[in-house]
């Protein structure tokens, strides 16, 4: 009796033991947390809405919208004081460069890209985004309160537009269109409120001359879009509106765009409302020490209209057989070449690139020239190393620009005028003087010979975040396809895609010979109390 059960002791301890333990592990590794529902109110929904029209002074006819500015400082005082200490009328700020590149002043007025390469010299097209009034050229006083436009971004009847080519200007009597009539103040002024995601979008959905072309993750589909394309914004899911994120206190603004931006503080972050542990699951909020949220919950951007990917400028300037500007269209409908721009190359549903990222870029500045090809126009920080890095998704826009070919610095170009015969490319097609009059605007030399060159932007994606079922699954990571997301992301160890042949088989030949000698010690124990 005693030997029957000494050998079932040792059939429990030698097999059934392990193989509990070993399902214990996987079933309860492999367990998930259910995450907490997460109930949010939407600000426009708890703020009360003051009633404009009861105003007296919004009575009067404004001639001038100007006119109507300083009507809303009469009530609203210092509001300008706070809005002229603001990027987004400064379109520059005092900022720290990384790598020890010192303490320069930039922003979106002096910074080059490489969609239009930059605003200075082309005003009237690019100061249409601006909060102001009338910035056509060096002469606007930054100091004057009446030039702030008010109702760019606290109209909320829909109806407020500036027109194009006007340098942030509305129309006048003299030069409406259908498209762009003289606005009613009136209405609009009696109909104001808090910043609809319509008056953000009127800007940050058109960057690059028209919708999705730069950021690739904001658009005017948006506005009404299912929670597919964005769970925050969509109409049938939160209605959210951008300052539900980016919070504003004294007119400023949270958030950053790194095209412009520099230095890691004044973010708008995901944890401010889902906290560093949203998943109830200690295994996947590990992750947040080295993984954005933004990297699994934004698997595709461009979900609803495709985005500019390439931009060669250097095939630009091409006519017809009549000398006529020349459109040309992609399979898709959108413009593959224009005479005026060059050639584009759209996409949609984009699987993002993926880069350490720490909150902090540099700049290629007036002045920086050429050492690497392609160029980076801003450069993205990070490492693994680095404890302030994440892994963020990002879209790249690749390009060919125009550069100085004696001085290798990246050049400005005036693109726009109001009509032909100014020198701008737009209108007379003609490179040589359309750069010697970008560069003189901005007092930098120019030797008179130019040539293109490759560069990249670096736009880290924060919008168009996925319902849960349709995030990153951990083996769309975890895995040693080539197809991998993080198959290209170097310099660490990621589990499930990197690996030592001679660890590994070291490794499974431990586990083989362990398992191997604790049968045979079994077996010799069982034959040793038979004798």
């Not at 095209?259 to 295994?283: G, Q």
């Not at 726009?416 to 560069?439: C, H, N, S, V």
Request: hydrophobic share 35%; charged share 25%.
């Amino acid at each position: 009796m005693n030997n029957i059960l000494q050998k079932i002791t040792s059939f429990l301890v030698v097999l059934v033991l392990p193989a509990l333990v070993i399902f214990a592990t996987v079933h309860f590794g492999n367990k998930r947390g259910i995450p907490e529902k997460f109930e949010y109110q939407n600000r426009a929904d708890i703020e009360k809405k003051v009633d404009h029209a009861e105003f007296e002074i919004l009575q009067q006819e404004f001639k001038r919208p100007q006119d109507l500015t300083a009507a809303c400082l009469s009530c609203h005082n210092k509001r300008d004081d706070e809005l002229m200490a603001s990027a987004h009328w400064r379109w520059e700020r005092e900022t720290t460069l990384p790598n020890g590149r010192g303490t320069v002043t930039i922003g979106k007025k002096n910074l080059i890209n490489n969609f239009c390469a930059s605003a200075e010299s082309n005003n009237g097209s690019c100061m249409r985004c601006h909060i102001g009034y009338d910035w056509k050229d060096k002469t606007f006083d930054f100091e004057d309160p009446t030039n702030l436009d008010c109702l760019v971004c606290h109209d909320n009847t829909d109806t407020y537009k500036k027109r194009k080519g006007g340098a942030g200007m509305p129309s006048t009597a003299e030069n409406a269109t259908a498209e762009f009539p003289v606005p009613d103040y009136n209405y609009v002024a009696q109909n104001v409120g808090k910043p609809l995601k319509e008056n953000c979008g009127f800007c940050h959905f058109h960057g690059g001359g028209g919708n999705n072309v730069k950021h690739g993750d904001l658009e005017e589909a948006m506005l009404n879009c299912s929670r597919y394309v964005d769970v925050h914004m969509a109409k049938a899911g939160q209605d959210m509106s951008c300052n539900d994120c980016h919070l504003t206190e004294r007119h400023n603004i949270t958030g950053r765009a790194y095209s412009v931006s520099s230095e890691n503080n004044n973010r708008a972050y995901c944890e401010s409302c889902h906290t560093n542990t949203p998943h109830n699951d200690k295994v996947i909020d590990m992750h947040n020490h080295k993984v954005a949220c933004q990297t699994c919950h934004i698997p595709i951007y461009a979900k609803a209209n495709p985005t500019v990917m390439y931009w060669d400028w250097s095939v630009a300037g091409r006519t017809d057989e009549n000398g006529n500007k020349i459109t040309e269209y992609d399979v898709n409908h959108k413009y593959s070449y224009l005479s005026i721009k060059g050639k584009f190359v759209w996409d949609d549903n984009v699987k993002p690139d993926y880069m350490w990222f720490n909150g902090t870029a540099d700049h290629f500045l007036y002045g920086d020239t050429i050492s690497e090809i392609p160029v980076k126009i801003n450069t993205l920080m990070g490492s693994y190393e680095d404890q302030d890095s994440k892994i963020w998704p990002v879209k790249i826009h690749r390009g060919k620009q125009p550069f100085d070919v004696e001085t290798k610095e990246i050049v400005n170009v005036n693109v726009f005028a109001e009509k032909p015969g100014q020198g701008a490319f737009w209108e007379d097609l003609r490179w040589d003087t359309a750069i010697q009059i970008g560069m003189a605007y901005v007092g930098r030399y120019y030797s008179g010979q130019h040539d293109f060159v490759s560069t990249e932007m670096f736009w880290p994606l924060n919008h168009q975040v996925s319902p849960k079922e349709h995030t990153l699954k951990c083996t769309d990571c975890h895995t040693r396809s080539e197809d991998g997301r993080l198959a290209n992301l170097a310099g660490f160890y990621l589990p499930g895609r990197d690996y030592a042949k001679g660890v590994d088989y070291t490794g499974f030949a431990i586990i083989i010979i362990s398992l191997l000698g604790v049968v045979l010690h079994s077996v010799m124990r069982i034959v040793a109390r038979k004798n």
